[in-house]
């Protein structure tokens, strides 16, 4: 704790404060926040002052950052590492005579201390510029083999952030009216997290260069970061209809990654998800609702369900990206192990962007394959190519057009493999749409329809099958979210032969699910569903009620 009544707190006490913590943690206007509290505290205080100071320029506001050296030189005039601090902010706003003033008057105080040594490298700089007759003023743009040779740019691509920072900042010393450089700084802002001071950059280059499309691009990720996401997505419309490739491909899918709204994240080429829960079924045996068929015993059980996925980004090529995803899931079951089933499944997809009707659309296409244990024996497997189309022909609708084929195998045929076997091909097609109600895309309609051909080796498993689903998410008070999704599905099994005869099944299915997140990449879930189904063949008709919750990460 800081000691009341100090006019200078200790450095290692300050470093200990909420405001210094929230400072290295990057949370600029929760540290100033703090700071100014502190500030009020000890008024004196030079060290708090020059936090504040920095914290200032991080958000881009010049003018308070510089009234904040000031007090602070006028507090601690022989602190020369702010008055460094106060000739690299006279530079950012142009006020060369200043900075030259400040710059000089440290170099000729300390001229082997380390303030002394940047403050005379850049007042050296500063001559050369009046000396070339370089200014402010100056038109200059910089040739693109120099730039690519600059120690700014050799900097940025090692990831020496801060120092390709320092090395844009004096570029622009050279090339004022550089937009190229302009952008890379403000790039650099981005990836240290200063995403205030990014837009400010963005904004004053978009002055000079109000066409350019790289510039709103980054515009757009940087209000994104912000979480000033309906300003991003203007951004990035603005981007898509003034330019198809390029940054019009990157702006696609940046909007299709925030379709369902929240906050943007730096892109990284791999994802992580990885859910946990627990749930009770009362019907996990599916027992007949007739009670001449259904047999003795327990149909109720407890179950245990874990699934990990993730996705890797393969890389690049025009307006195509290749991923590869893969993931684990087992279920277990408390009383009737015999069902315990584990599933592994990998694939890799190619995602293409293009425009339809003037709007943005994507094809993917995917090839994978699952295989799946039974109680550790081999149970069965499958291998499937799906075809899609994603198309946002409305400002907020998102409709998909989806094929999938694939060929089951199984470990047995059964008693009579013309009747029982499963092994054979599956063929489907749906369509789905999502109904986007606000601007925040919080609140959306789902909708969609669905048709299934499985032609089996067994007469008893041929089928047509065709479904539609109808569902609403909305939030609630809190932070919660809730979906409520009602599915139908007609299953005719129009060549079924064992007694008794005919098969033709009606399912129909109620989920009710509420969310609520818990960290930016943790979310807990808690779902009820009833499934009911109504058959022809009483043998297939059964009740069962599911409720559980589940925890889900995603990164």
Known sequence: MLEAGEEEPALSELARTKAAKLFIAKKHEASLAEFERLEKEYPASGRIKRYMAALY?????????????????DLHPEDLSVQVMRGELYLKTADWERAAQDFQSVAEKDPEGVSGRKAAKRFRELQRLKSAGSGPDSAARMNLQEFMKSEAARALSQGRLEDALEGFDALLLSYPQDVMIRRFRAITLLRLGRNEAAVHALEDALEMAPQNAALHFYLAEALARKGELAKAREEYRWVIANTLEGYGQKA????????????????????????????????????????????????????????????????QKGRWIFTADGFYSQVLYQDFTYLNTYTAAAGVSALYAFRLMNRPAFWNIRQGGDFTLLKNKFYAASDALSVSLI???????????????????????????????RDGFENAVSVSNYWYWNEAKSVYLISGYDFERDDTDGRNYIKNAHGGQLGMHFPLPAGIEQEVLFRFEDSNYNQYASSPPKRRDDQFTLTVLISKPLTEHLRLECFYTLEDSRAKNNIYEYTRHISGTRVRFQA
């Open 391 to 421: 198309t946002f022909l409305q400002e907020r609708l998102r409709t998909t057009v989806a094929y999938w084929g694939s060929f089951h195998e199984y470990d047995s045929g059964g008693p009579e493999p013309d009747l029982t076997s």
């Open 57 to 73: 320029q991080a958000l881009g506001d010049s003018d308070r950052a510089l009234v904040k050296l000031n007090e602070t030189l």
């Open 252 to 315: 696609r899918f940046a909007l299709v990654r925030g379709m369902a709204g929240g906050r943007a994240a730096r892109r990284k080429p791999w994802s992580v998800n990885l859910m946990a829960g627990y749930d009770f079924d009362t019907n996990a045996v599916l027992k007949s609702n007739d009670p001449t068929i259904r047999t003795e015993g327990d149909q109720n059980t407890s179950r245990y369900n874990t699934v990990l996925g993730g996705t890797y980004r393969l890389g």
